[in-house]
């Protein structure tokens, strides 16, 4: 069984900056795409950032040039690079990946507090 394992929240300062870390463990030949989504308290999950391979990514506008989606070279980790926090940015962020079988796959998710 595939599990993903998210680290790298925390409280930072407006500003300030983040990486969080995304592990998948278990038994898999290769997971097609990975992503980062986010959730605020009362508001629904939303998509941060996707990468599909190793190098095609796609950003919500809202982080466009401040985060950086990246895979790790053995493909089963994913990070995520987050400079210029700002209060809004302050969330749960999910890991998510999809396997060529075409199950979706979460992690437990990491709190990011952004203060300002």
């Known amino acids: 069984q595939v599990q993903l394992v998210e680290s790298g929240g925390g409280l930072v300062q407006a500003g300030g900056s983040l990486r969080l870390s995304c592990a998948a463990s278990?038994?898999?030949?290769?997971?097609?795409?990975m992503g980062w989504y986010r959730q605020a308290p009362g508001k629904q999950r939303e998509l941060v950032a996707l990468i599909v391979g190793s190098e095609r990514t796609n950003y919500a506008d809202f982080v466009k040039d401040r985060f950086t989606i990246s895979r790790g070279n053995a493909k089963n980790t994913a990070y995520l690079q987050m400079n210029s926090l700002k209060p809004e940015d302050t969330a749960v962020y999910y890991c998510?990946?999809?396997?060529?079988?075409?199950?979706?796959?979460w992690g437990q998710g990491t709190q990011v507090t952004v203060s300002s």
């Open positions: 278990g038994t898999f030949f290769s997971i097609n795409n």
């Open positions: 998510r990946a999809v396997m060529p079988t075409g199950a979706i796959l």
